[in-house]
């Protein structure tokens, strides 16, 4: 039997791939598959993915259309096998101990979800030096998270990638898929909070997140980031309409104010794409006013109206 499904979304990671191949193989827990989707990937991935597979018969290939990472991690759960799952991005790297460490304590404490820590790496870092990153067992138990603790929630709360689930716990939690690259995790997370009673929290590093060149969120601000933030506020609220509790409401206000700053404060600070930011942010403003801060009222009334100078000056000088 396996024990936990590593699932990769792959499209042109050529770059990075074979290192983040590698830091799985690596793993001191061994009992593990990890499922490979290439999602039409027009440079080598789909080589490297093979080369792997030629050596270990534990990585697996699925070879797919072009039809973002939403589709490409449901296609990964359809195929998982394990009695846990775990993501991870095609230039990001594990830890040798991660996959141990959070098998450890979901088995100790019989949850369906341990999450970890993250350390933030340079495009330019290299496989050899996890050798030096020292392991840490303290972890706490999280519990009531509708009730008592809502401030106990780790403040990057929405990375898959830092999380083992239990498989069964995720029949039916599946990524929105009009989201095809960028804050599909929110979503899925958003579900998966909703649905836990109680969860572990371990301080051992178990991704080391890279500010990758093929990053859907570290290259700029794009066309795709406000129709993708758009879409995300749909779906957002219509979940928070059919979950009516303080949760919900709590990562509504959270993610909501989020998207805010990565929509409308990217537009103010690179001048770009402001004529779309606008007439996103006038549509879905009715449905967050109530959770934006004064400060982001003020800079909505100001931008919308196309005073963008003051919107901006505003932005810099309120610092509440």
């Known amino acids: 039997m396996i024990n936990i499904t590593i699932i990769i979304p792959v499209y042109n990671a050529g770059k990075y791939l074979q290192d983040t191949l590698e830091s799985v193989k690596q793993q001191t827990f061994t009992s ?7 999602d039409g990937s027009t440079d080598s991935s789909s080589d490297v993915i093979k080369s792997f ?24 759960l359809d195929a998982a096998t394990g009695k846990y799952v775990a993501f991870l991005d095609q230039d990001d790297l594990m830890p040798p101990s991660a996959l141990e460490g959070l098998y450890v304590l979901a088995e100790e404490y ?14 330019d870092y290299e496989l050899n030096a996890l050798e030096s990153l020292k392991i840490n067992t ?26 083992l689930f239990n498989r069964d716990f995720l029949s039916n939690i599946r990524f929105y898929e009009p989201l095809k690259s960028g804050a599909e995790d929110n979503i899925f997370m958003f579900d998966v909070f909703n649905k836990i009673q109680s969860f572990v929290q371990c301080d051992n590093i178990v991704c080391l997140h890279r500010k990758s060149l093929t990053s859907t969120t570290q290259n700029g601000f794009k066309l795709s980031h406000i129709q993708t933030i758009e879409i995300a506020v749909s779906k957002f609220v219509e ?5 009516p509790n303080q949760l919900s409401r709590y990562l509504f206000k959270k993610q909501m104010r989020n998207f805010f700053r990565g929509s409308v404060y990217k537009s103010l600070e690179t001048r770009e ?27 909505t009334y100001l931008f919308s109206r196309n005073n963008i100078g003051t919107a901006a000056f505003v932005k810099k000088v309120m610092i509440f």
């Open 32 to 38: 593990w598959e990890c499922i490979c989707i290439n």
């Open 53 to 76: 597979m030629d050596k270990d018969n534990r990585f697996k290939l699925v070879e797919q259309i072009n039809s973002g990472v939403s589709v490409s991690r449901n296609v990964g």
């Open 110 to 123: 019989n949850v369906n979800l341990v999450r970890g820590r993250r350390m933030n790496i340079p495009d």
């Open 138 to 163: 303290k972890h706490r138990i999280i519990s009531s998270l509708t009730i008592l603790k809502l401030k106990m929630l780790p403040r990057r709360w929405m990375y898959v990638w830092l999380c």
């Open 239 to 243: 979940l928070t309409k059919s979950n």
């Open 273 to 299: 794409h402001t004529i779309e930011t606008q007439e996103m942010l006038q549509r879905i403003y009715p449905h967050i006013k109530h959770v934006l801060k004064i400060k982001h009222r003020i800079i």
